[in-house]
């Protein structure tokens, strides 16, 4: 029997994984150990080069990336842990998950079995890891995240509070990481385990694709009644990462346990991992292929957990519009015995009285964000829009509020009801404010859930050209949009293809859409072939029509070009604006108006200062005080800008270039104009004459614009 059976889960992490198994190799042990490499389907020669630079590992690979939990349990299961209550005899005393991007000092192991032997109640156990910059990874030690400790975490008060044992309790930063402590949960970058903790818990939970698996393995493991412990005893490790550990977070699952949610921290190229789907399946032992099984079941099991959040956090922004309403309503009630906005009543009647109002506020108000969406807002709306949406919204419910009194309550039980306008101006303000900042914070909220991985809409895009591609990296840059990129459709399969594109695998043909959206539960389908004729995009979206799928576009060159387009008629026949005047009558003649009076005010207050900058322009060096320069105006009209003189009057004698950092070109007082932009402040002639405006795009040179409108689409809309 092996003391150590070390499970180090690979994909393309490759020089990564050498230097891993460089330092485990090179590390002193008095323990017996067995070290065996899964490897996930890289197609980096991960698995080639354990084969040629380490042939005393033993190499597990798998036709696929099944993930985290399933690449770690085949090794696992190599080693002879097949499940609860299923240990085999020989397998090792202790088993240990190594990521493959730490680097494990040379008394490592012996220290966490040393550790492990003189403390038989611990289950699970971990050491003290550092990043690169010798900083704490803070993973290492975690508390489980109940839903307060989550709550506390996502408004930063972990941050503010780390030495607080409820408010620090997301990292358990209040613990000392250099002493011997017992925490909630221990990293699966170096997890170890007894073999008693895997044969009364068993395997990895095949349920995730990747992150928060070893949360939940170290929940169940205490469950039963096991610790998890922290060692210092020496071990520090160091972890080499592609990306920002410290910064990266990892999705929120809801279980069907005691604890709701559990996040966890993402671990430098883990990231990498989640490129495809899992699927079920097992491995033999030694160096075994992996056969893939049926994909359906982690879908489905996903589909569901998205489906849960989605109605949890719905259910959260209808309680926080209630609360915000209510705790407006009882700051409005005590404002209007304390603020002297307003004439203070002699004897304020009992909040009791204003109940049936507030009942009515409530059932008024949410009924107009429900009715007029505000329930099911876009993905990216912007707060502005936001902000201006709710502010209608409390005004029109609250005036519909006063009048629904006069109708609903006289005569009945709740008449009268005084309803003074102090209290309805006290509610109308303290609502708008309150409701803005509930949906702010439920909107922080949500984006953080979605960077790590919860309310993901899994989804298809259809295309395979530039524009696909383009969408796929847009949407892998931005995790906050909230989807889960499932794969690519190739629309036309008569072209050749490859196996992945960009990272992203390309999951079928056009045909294969219906079981594709069936099998992953696809939420969302993008359809991003601008040259698709109309039959064939008429087609795409026919087979995309099933459940709840909500299927986008991408528009054709026409509309893309055309910008906002606007409906019209004339008559009775609809015509499409696909480019309009964007200011004209009173708006031109108002904002013409303005830079008259603004250049004209400026000149005359700036005007002192623009003489002694002339001067000290003429003292410092030869030439004139002030540089014209054509540039492109409106419609593309060149005409002559004005700048004070920054650089030397020979400055493009060699021909015309871009500034750059340090110019020798540019004057001492050129310099400090540059900085503080003081060198534009005789445009305010250009403003006067009608060729420029206060608010409006830089002109550039006509040299450039040749340039930037060939490069650039829409370009010349700005002229």
């Known amino acids: 029997m092996y003391d150590l059976g070390v499970v180090i889960l690979n994909w393309n992490t490759r ?37 040629s630079e ?27 842990y097949e499940g609860k209550g299923k240990v085999q005899a020989n397998a090792p005393r202790y088993a240990l998950l190594l990521n493959p991007d730490t680097e494990v000092p040379p008394n490592a192991f012996d220290d966490m079995i040393a550790f492990m032997d003189a403390h038989p109640d611990v289950g699970i156990a971990g050491p003290k890891i550092v990043l690169p910059d010798g900083t704490l990874d803070k993973a290492c030690k975690r508390g489980f995240p109940t839903p307060m400790v989550s709550i506390y975490h996502f408004m930063g008060l972990s941050k503010l509070f780390p030495h607080h044992r409820e408010f620090g309790r997301y990292n358990m930063t209040f613990i000392d990481p250099d002493q011997e402590a017992e925490v909630d949960s221990v990293v699966g970058a170096y997890m170890q385990l007894r073999r008693e903790a895997i044969a009364d818990t068993g395997l990895l939970d095949e349920a995730f694709f990747m992150y928060a ?37 990892s999705p929120v699952r809801v279980l069907a346990r005691d604890v709701d949610l559990l996040p966890e921290t993402l671990r430098g190229n883990d990231a990498e991992m989640a490129a495809q789907p899992d699927h079920d399946g097992a491995a033999d032992q030694g160096r075994a292929e992996y056969v893939d ?48 906005l307003f004439s203070i009543p002699q004897n304020q009647p009992d909040f009791s009285i204003y109940i049936p109002t507030l009942m009515l506020q409530l059932i008024t108000i949410s009924g107009l964000f429900y009715f007029s969406r505000m329930y099911h807002q876009p993905r990216a709306i912007s707060r502005i829009d936001m902000t201006r949406n709710i502010i209608g919204m409390v005004t029109i419910g609250s005036l519909m509020v006063m009048g629904f009194q006069e109708l609903i309550f006289k005569n009945s039980l709740a008449d009268p009801i005084d309803y003074p306008r102090s209290m309805f101006f006290y509610v109308l303000a303290f609502s708008i404010v309150l409701v803005t900042a509930g949906r702010l914070l439920n909107r922080a909220l949500v984006r953080q859930l979605r960077i790590r991985g919860i309310e993901r809409d899994p989804l298809l895009i259809v295309g395979m050209g530039k524009i696909a591609r383009d969408l796929a990296r847009k949407i892998k840059n931005s995790p906050d949009l909230g ?26 043909n056009a045909a294969d859409l219906p079981q594709l959206l069936d099998t992953y539960r696809v939420q969302q389908v993008i359809i991003a072939i601008p040259d698709a004729q109309r039959g064939e995009i008429v087609e795409l979206i026919t087979l995309c029509q099933r459940g709840r799928v909500d299927i986008k576009v991408y528009p054709d060159m026409f509309a893309y070009i055309a910008g906002d387009m606007t409906m019209g008629e004339l008559g009775d026949v609809p015509l499409i604006t696909v480019r309009d005047i964007a200011l004209r009558g009173w708006k031109l003649s108002l904002k013409r108006g303005l830079d008259v009076f ?17 001067i000290a322009i003429k003292l410092e060096s030869k030439g004139p005080a002030f540089y014209t320069q054509e540039r492109m105006g409106l419609d593309g009209r060149p005409f002559q800008m004005i700048k004070f003189r920054s650089m030397r009057q020979d400055a493009e004698s060699s021909g015309i270039g871009w500034t750059v950092e340090n110019d020798p070109r540019v004057t001492r007082i050129g310099r400090f104009m540059r900085k503080t932009s003081w060198d534009e402040m005789p445009q305010l002639i250009n403003v006067l004459l009608g060729e420029m405006s206060l608010v409006g795009p830089r002109p550039e040179r006509p040299f450039y614009v040749q340039q930037f409108r060939s490069q650039i689409p829409r370009y010349m809309e700005r002229h």
């Open 15 to 51: 020089d990564l994984l050498r230097r891993c198994l460089q330092t485990v190799i090179e590390s002193h042990s008095e323990f017996s150990r067995r070290v065996i490499v899964v490897d996930n389907a890289s197609s980096d020669d991960s698995a080639a080069m354990v084969r």
């Open 598 to 614: 603004g250049s004209s005010l400026g000149m005359v207050f700036l005007s002192p200062f623009l003489l002694l900058t002339a």
């Open 54 to 80: 380490f042939p005393q590992i033993e190499l597990i690979t798998n036709e696929s990336n099944i993930g985290y939990p399933a690449g770690n349990n085949v090794g696992l299961r190599a080693l002879g």
């Open 483 to 508: 989807f889960e990129i499932i794969g690519i459709v190739n629309p036309r399969p008569q072209t050749t293809i490859k196996d992945r594109i960009n990272g992203i695998p390309v999951v079928g």
């Open 293 to 340: 099984g049926n994909p359906s079941t982690r879908s489905n099991v996903t589909g569901n957990r998205i489906s849960r959040t989605k109605k949890a956090l719905d259910a959260l922004l209808v309680f926080t519009d209630i609360a915000a309403l209510i705790l407006a309503f009882l700051l409005a009630y005590a404002a209007r015995q304390t603020l002297p």
């Open 213 to 249: 698996e070893d949360i939940d393995w170290a929940y169940r493991i205490k469950k039963r009644r096991m610790e998890s412990g922290v060692s210092s005893a020496g071990a520090d490790n160091t972890r080499e990462t592609r990306s920002q550990p410290a910064k990266q977070k």
